[in-house]
């Protein structure tokens, strides 16, 4: 079976400061790792995969995740955190043995950019 | 535009009625996927098709049922033996069977009356 854990619900940081939000995972064979954003009452957005290649990977927003095989890690980073970063972001993970396509998804991290 | 729509935005149901939630895109992707979002639980996979007139279960299949008689359309009927339906529900697509890049719509906050 394949998981994904969130360790922290909230993340506050100050705008202008680096960013982080976590994500461990487990799964059979080699990861395909997501980020999403989702602001209220909206659907997810795409911001960045890792399926394969370089461990540092760049997507939408300024953001970019680090793929860390050993501790099975890919934490979400931001050099300069705006307020308008603020949002609920999801980490999710698949495998070619977890049945198709299927994707399963952490529970959340409230991320809140303050002035 | 290419994308992928869900109707109505917001669904009142009464206790023991059967609602059914719309779900289209218009990507030419071969699966999709039905979510429940409920606070603090992050999203559980209730449904998900690889392909035309083929579904499978995910986590949360109790009270639900689906169809997938167009590439297009993965509509959602919540019935009245799910015992607690009002959440948020998202419809997703992608385009390969192997995991790839979902790409939601907009969301069906359902709630019962």
């Known amino acids: 079976a394949q998981s994904v854990a969130q360790p922290e619900d909230q993340v506050n940081v100050a705008e202008g400061n680096p960013l982080t939000v976590k994500c461990t995972y487990s799964?059979?064979?080699?990861?395909?790792l997501f980020w999403y954003v989702q602001y209220p009452n909206r659907g997810l957005q795409f911001l960045l995969k890792?399926?394969?290649?370089?461990?540092l990977v760049k997507g939408s927003y300024g953001f970019e995740a680090e793929f860390n095989k050993s501790q099975t890690s890919f934490h979400l980073k931001k050099p300069s955190a705006l307020v308008s970063d603020s949002a609920l972001y999801f980490c999710?993970?698949?495998?070619?043995?977890?049945?198709?396509?299927?994707?399963?998804f952490g529970t959340g991290t409230q991320l809140k950019v303050e002035l | 535009d290419g994308g992928i729509t869900q109707s109505p935005k917001y669904l009142f149901r009464k206790e023991g009625q059967n609602v059914t939630l719309s779900c289209e895109q218009n990507?030419?992707?071969?699966?999709m996927y039905w979510y429940r979002q409920d606070p603090g639980q992050g999203l559980r996979l209730i449904y998900y098709?690889?392909?035309?007139?083929?579904?499978q279960k995910g986590d949360i299949a109790e009270g639900y049922s689906v169809s997938r008689e167009k590439k297009e359309s993965f509509p959602l009927t919540v019935t009245s033996a799910q015992k607690n339906p009002t959440a948020f529900y998202l419809c997703?697509?992608?385009?390969?069977?192997?995991?790839?890049?979902?790409?939601f719509g907009p969301g069906t906050r359902l709630t019962v009356l």
């Open positions: 990507l030419n992707h071969d699966a």
């Open positions: 799964v059979s064979g080699n990861p395909y």
């Open positions: 890792y399926i394969t290649g370089d461990n």
């Open positions: 999710a993970v698949g495998g070619l043995t977890g049945g198709g396509n299927k994707l399963t």
């Open positions: 997703a697509s992608s385009k390969t069977r192997i995991p790839d890049t979902q790409y």
């Open positions: 098709s690889q392909i035309v007139n083929d579904f």
